[in-house]
C-alpha cells in the first residue's frame, strides 16, 4: 500500500506565504513525477506545478514566479512554496505522485486527501 499524506494548508492573508509538504510513504521502488493539484469550489482540479526526478519543472502560467515546487527523492517528499498568496489561489490543494510499488509492478498515480488553502483578508 502506498499513503500521500500532505500537510501546511490553512488561512493566510493575501500577500502572505504558505508551504504545503507532502510524504509518501508505503512499498515504494520509484517514484516519477510528482505534483501539486488544486481544485476550488465550482471548478475542475487543476495542476498547479510538477516536478519530475532529475528536477525539472512546470508551472501553471497563474502561479510561476510566486510558488516554487521541489523534490527530496531521498525522503519521497514533495514540497510547494507559496508566495505572494492571492484570493484566487483559495482551493484545496492535492498532492500527486506517479509510482512504482515493486520493480514488477506498473506506475499508477497515487492521491493524498488533500489540504485546505484560504487566502483572505
Known amino acids: 500500500q502506498v499513503q500521500l499524506v500532505e500537510s501546511g494548508g490553512g488561512l493566510v492573508q493575501p500577500g502572505g506565504s504558505l508551504r504545503l509538504s507532502c510524504a509518501a510513504s508505503?512499498?515504494?521502488?520509484?517514484?516519477?513525477?510528482m505534483a501539486w493539484y488544486r481544485q476550488a469550489p465550482g471548478k475542475q482540479r487543476e495542476l498547479v506545478a510538477r516536478i519530475i526526478t532529475s528536477g525539472s519543472t512546470n508551472y501553471a502560467d497563474s502561479v510561476k514566479g510566486r510558488f516554487t515546487i521541489s523534490r527530496d527523492n531521498a525522503k519521497n517528499t514533495v514540497s510547494l512554496q507559496m508566495n505572494s498568496l492571492k484570493p484566487e489561489d483559495t482551493a484545496v490543494y492535492y498532492c500527486n505522485a506517479d509510482i512504482q510499488s515493486r520493480s514488477w509492478d506498473s506506475q499508477r498515480p497515487y492521491w493524498g486527501q488533500g489540504t485546505q488553502v484560504t487566502v483572505s483578508s
Open positions: 508505503g512499498t515504494i521502488f520509484s517514484i516519477n513525477a
